[in-house]
């Protein structure tokens, strides 16, 4: 079975300060490891993710995620927050060896990251 | 490029209705298709899911069905709509590609009364 754990209900931050928003996943094979952000009452957006190969990615929006296989983390950092970063945050995972069953992400249960000035 | 299109945005209807959700992807063949609820705006829970048309695949036991009329079509539907079914509907396609992210539509909000 495939699961992801996100900490911190809400992270707050100052504007301009570096940002993380942890998670942590679990599976049988290799994961593979998105990055999601949610404004009020719209869609998921897809920021970032990791399939392989170098272990930093980048993504949209100046974030980037590092994955850490001893640790099974998959963490969103931004060097500099805006106060326009403000948003749900989601960790979700696949795991790379199972096949068929619509190949399911499973999602975290959200962070709320609260940029303020 | 590829969009995805849902609607309604929003729907209030009262219970023992029926209900229809309708989602449309554009500029893709053969996505695959998702429906979720998230419910207290936070977790996201899977409903169904579809490979292919008229395959539909349930997560969960519930008041809810779906369909998948055409390749690039899902639908949410009930009969008799539930208070426990209010919530937020968001509909997700992904290409067959395994290491393909999912693309979200924009949700349809539905309160139940």
């Known amino acids: 079975a495939q699961s992801v754990a996100q900490p911190e209900d809400q992270v707050n931050v100052a504007e301009g300060n570096p940002l993380t928003v942890k998670c942590t996943y679990s599976?049988?094979?290799?994961?593979?490891l998105f990055w999601y952000v949610q404004y009020p009452n719209r869609g998921l957006q897809f920021l970032l993710k990791y399939i392989t190969g170098d272990n930093l990615v980048k993504g949209s929006y100046g974030f980037e995620a590092e994955f850490n296989k001893s640790q099974t983390s998959f963490h969103l950092k931004k060097p500099s927050a805006l106060v326009s970063d403000s948003a749900l945050y989601f960790c979700a995972v696949r795991d790379a060896w199972v096949t068929g069953g619509g190949n399911k992400l499973t999602f975290g249960t959200g962070t709320q990251l609260k940029v303020e000035l | 490029s590829q969009t995805i299109h849902q609607w309604p945005a929003t729907l209030v209807q009262p219970v023992g209705s029926p209900l229809s959700l309708e989602c449309t992807v554009e500029g893709t063949s053969n996505p695959n298709l998702y429906w979720y609820r998230q419910a207290a705006g936070r977790g996201l829970q899977l409903l169904f899911y579809?490979?292919?048309?008229?395959?539909i695949s349930s997560e969960v036991p519930q008041n809810l069905s779906a369909s998948r009329p055409q390749d690039r079509q899902f639908i949410l539907s009930s009969k008799k709509l539930l208070l426990s079914d209010s919530g937020f509907y968001l509909c997700a396609w992904r290409p067959p590609e395994r290491t393909g992210e999912l693309f979200f539509g924009e949700g349809s909000r539905l309160t139940v009364l």
């Open positions: 599976v049988s094979g290799n994961p593979y």
């Open positions: 579809s490979v292919g048309i008229g395959q």
